[in-house]
């Protein structure tokens, strides 16, 4: 719909309440606006082709509670007399191009502001926090991708009144020239989400009550602070992403109980003493598993960490580390791929029974496939591609009733393959391509000597248990036989002497 099609009759709702128009053709709404719209609570505009300064006509209009002009080209100023607004709660002005920074009177008159969605503008200048110390209901505020934007957040003259649900200062520039991580976030007891991503900080030291925290994209250096998990204390969705973070990855991490993903991926951490926590309690556990948890920690971690994963380490067995709370109530994924990872898969990974989602994969990782990992029976998707596993395939893994997902590709691995023995009847050459002495189904290459099927080796596996069983009865009966005629030998030998 277009502006040329409203009929004049439209400014004569004297009693309406309520107008959304979004999703149309409109240029322009001054010349429509009426006064007389005295019952107008809530307008939505947005995702049309308003442009320029056609804003301003909404000023005709007094008792505005909501306003969503999202999705347009407007352009220049906030008009001034959006300040004159007093009713208005709820404002969202995003995704347009408004281009100076508004006056400070528009926000300090909004005193009922609940909302305040200011993203993806194009706003210069310098912006204080403390200009929304009147809002004492302020809940949402989104700055995001305003990339000339400087927040100010530090130095306020004033704790801020309001407590918000959700923050947003993804591409600003944050406290110049410190760059902390705003401090009034520690009196913020109702927030829920924050998103600092792509602008530089420093972290924390003081505990938040967060659910979501991303950090993500910034020039955060230097090594994950040792107590993140006492600042963090709430944390379920943690993202790290996209710096120049290094060293551990601390011991507290195993204080973050209710964490359900973590995403450290893409900075220079080298040592992980956390990792020997998920390994090493992984099977201990017997609470009930009700969260998806997935760890990705891909990127650029180094050999090193190696040599201090401690006692079922991928090398050696150097050192070990005790680790607060019950962190792996939640785990259900491990994403280790894209790391540099070498030595042997610990077998005490199939200790991890819970898992539905296990990636080694594009790492250096070496020797033979555990055949513990026939244990995870929960297991949906096993990635193991990409490393330089040698030796065969381990035919317990017929037991993975519930694989979906499955590749062992460019691999060294030699003889057989699980052929297409029930679930894997399910899974291509792609699963097992670049293993040059891998032999039979679903490869084209057949094997050239006898190979035993899955069923009869796991009839041949129960036979053997079976005469496995029975030769230990034999012995026990044997030696108790023995033990009963030496015993009685001996009395009958006693007795004749006396």
């Not at 606006?33 to 005709?60: P, V």
């Not at 809002?135 to 306020?156: C, R």
């Not at 041949?460 to 036989?481: G, L, R, W």
Request: hydrophobic content about 40%; aromatic content about 12%; overall charge negative.
């Amino acid at each position: 719909m277009a502006y040329q099609h409203v009929r004049l009759e439209f400014s004569k709702l004297n009693n309406l309440v309520e107008l959304d128009i979004s999703g149309n053709n409109f240029t322009g709404v001054s010349s429509f606006m009426s006064k007389e719209w005295t019952s107008l609570r809530r307008l939505y505009i947005d995702g049309n082709e308003l442009n320029g300064t056609s804003l301003a006509g909404l000023c005709k209009i007094k008792n505005f509670e909501e306003l969503g002009v999202s999705h347009n080209n407007l352009k220049g100023n906030i008009p001034v007399c959006i300040g004159n607004l007093s009713s208005l709660k709820h404002i969202d002005i995003s995704y347009n191009q408004f281009g100076t920074l508004f006056s400070s009177s528009v926000i300090k008159n909004l005193t009922l502001h609940k909302y305040a969605i200011f993203s993806d503008n194009n706003f210069e200048g310098i912006l204080s926090i403390d200009l929304f110390s009147n809002n004492i209901d302020l809940k949402v505020l989104d700055l995001s991708n305003n990339y000339q934007l400087e927040v100010q957040t530090q130095h306020l003259r004033m704790m801020p009144p309001f407590q918000l649900n959700e923050i947003s200062l993804s591409n600003c520039i944050l406290s110049r020239p410190s760059s902390f991580i705003p401090t009034f976030l520690s009196n913020q007891y109702m927030i829920e989400y924050i998103d600092f991503s792509k602008g530089p900080l420093i972290f924390p030291s003081y505990k938040v009550n967060l659910l979501l925290f991303d950090i993500s994209n910034n020039e955060l250096a230097g090594e994950i602070p040792n107590n993140i998990g006492y600042v963090l204390l709430d944390i379920e969705y943690l993202r790290m992403s996209h710096n120049f973070l290094q060293g551990a990855i601390p011991s507290s991490f195993g204080n973050l109980n209710h964490v359900k993903l973590v995403d450290l991926s893409y900075n220079h951490l080298s040592v992980s003493m956390w990792l020997e926590a998920i390994l090493d309690i992984g099977y201990e556990s017997s609470k009930p598993n009700k969260e998806f948890f997935w760890y990705h920690i891909n990127g650029q971690l180094s050999s090193a960490i190696t040599a201090e994963i401690g006692d079922i380490g991928f090398l050696t067995k150097r050192k070990s580390y005790s680790y607060e709370g019950d962190i792996l109530n939640y785990l259900y994924g491990l994403d280790l791929s894209e790391n540099q990872f070498d030595g042997k898969i610990p077998e005490e990974v199939g200790e991890m029974t819970l898992l539905r989602a296990l990636n080694f994969s594009s790492n250096h990782l070496t020797g033979p496939i555990p055949a513990t990992l026939s244990r995870l029976t929960n297991i949906e998707s096993l990635d193991l591609s990409h490393n330089m596993l040698i030796g065969r395939i381990p035919l317990q893994l017929i037991e993975l009733h519930f694989l979906q997902v499955f590749s062992v590709a460019y691999n060294n691995l030699s003889g057989p393959t699980l052929g297409m023995v029930s679930q894997f009847g399910t899974f291509d050459e792609r699963s097992y391509e670049g293993n040059p002495y891998l032999c039979g189904p679903p490869l084209v290459k057949k094997c050239t000597f006898m190979v035993p099927s899955p069923e009869l080796s796991q009839v041949a596996n129960d036979h053997d248990d079976e005469e496995e069983v029975m030769d230990h009865i034999i012995f026990f009966a044997s030696f108790a036989f023995g033990f009963i005629i030496g015993f009685w030998g001996w009395m009958a030998l006693l007795y004749f002497r006396k």
